[in-house]
C-alpha cells in the first residue's frame, strides 16, 4: 500500500517542477522582450515607451504561444 502514495507523491513533485518552470520561462520571455523595447526606446529617446508596451505584449502573446505548446505536447 506504500508505493501508490509514493508514487502520487513523485507525480506532484514533477507536476510542481515543470509548471514552475513553464512559469520562470514566461517571466523570462516577457522580460527580454520588454528590455529589448526599453533599449530601443532609450536608442530612440523617445519621451513614451512605445516599444517597450508593444514588445511586452508581444513576449506575452509569445510566452502563452509556448506555454500552450507545451501543455498540450505533454497529453
Excluded: W
Excluded at 22 to 32: C, D, H, N, R, S
Amino acid at each position: 500500500m506504500e508505493e501508490p502514495e509514493n508514487s502520487t507523491r513523485g507525480k506532484k513533485a514533477r507536476n510542481f517542477a515543470k509548471y514552475t518552470g513553464i512559469a520562470f520561462q514566461m517571466l523570462a520571455t516577457i522580460g527580454v522582450f520588454a528590455f529589448i523595447g526599453y533599449q530601443i526606446d532609450q536608442h530612440r529617446n523617445g519621451k513614451k515607451p512605445i516599444f517597450m508596451a508593444l514588445l511586452g505584449l508581444m513576449g506575452v502573446i509569445f510566452s502563452l504561444y509556448q506555454v500552450v505548446n507545451s501543455v498540450t505536447k505533454d497529453k
